[in-house]
């Protein structure tokens, strides 16, 4: 019988925010301990360092291959600052180390995996998004979650999109159909895009990917997974191909 695993990319405004990130951890142990996932793998997104090194590279012109490494490296110092946080989680950088041994709750550390096994473009269309859904489909995982800190995708009437395609997807941001976000909007999340290269490997692998939140005002990572729920009323965006 197949183990019930995910692998959950934690967005850099859950993070960097204590509240955001005690929420989102505490809701993961909680599906760990009740034995809802029997292996959950945590990759951690770049945050405030990946979109320093982007401001860098706009003024300074870094290239594309220091600027892809240096923003994933900065996706292992997040790990790190993680383990800090939550000691009682295990850092990881060998995916079969995770699959072979009983770490089976972890925070995957992406800079040497990646190193090894160079598959992904080198440029700002691939983020912690993608590298999270690619580190999915290593594992032969059958989906894979984004956590953030909005509920999900939102068209330009302030709905909530449950479902999309890649296509719909493109086309929706090709007509200007999402919402879009603006510092005059605190309290109604509007909708935030995800990496571009992340519709790709979908159209390739054909893996859902969801999108959660991991806000502290919202335990949308539990109802999701709880099986008490009508899955109509959870609130979550899925990407399919």
């Given at each position: ?91 990881i950088e ?20 990646l190193r ?7 440029n700002w ?117």
């Amino acid at each position: 019988m197949q183990k019930k695993q995910a692998i959950f990319k934690i967005g850099g405004k859950i993070l960097e925010n204590s509240t955001n990130i005690e929420s989102t951890i505490s809701q993961l142990t909680q599906l760990y301990e009740e034995k809802v996932l029997q292996k959950i793998i945590i990759v951690p997104g770049g945050g405030s360092y990946a979109n320093f090194i982007r401001r860098i590279d706009d003024e300074l012109k870094l290239g594309d291959d220091l600027s892809h490494w240096m923003a994933i490296y900065s996706m292992n110092q997040n790990g790190i600052e993680l383990k800090r946080k939550f000691p009682e989680l295990e850092c990881i950088e060998d995916l079969k180390e995770f699959q072979d041994s009983n770490k089976n709750f972890s925070i995957f550390l992406p800079y040497n995996y990646l190193r090894n096994n160079d598959n992904l473009p080198h440029n700002w269309d691939v983020t912690s998004d993608s590298i999270a859904y690619y580190v999915a489909d290593q594992l032969q995982f059958n989906q894979c979650f984004l956590v953030k800190d909005i509920d999900g995708i939102y068209n330009s009437d302030e709905e909530l999109i449950k479902i999309l395609t890649t296509f719909q997807y493109s086309k929706l941001i090709e007509s200007k159909k999402l919402t879009k976000i603006g510092l005059d909007q605190p309290i109604f999340k509007k909708s935030k895009p995800i990496d571009s290269y992340l519709l790709t490997l979908i159209d390739q692998t054909g893996i859902p990917c969801y999108l959660l939140n991991g806000s502290f005002n919202s335990e949308r990572i539990i109802e999701y997974f709880d099986s008490n729920i009508q899955y109509e009323t959870k609130t979550f965006t899925k990407i399919i191909r």
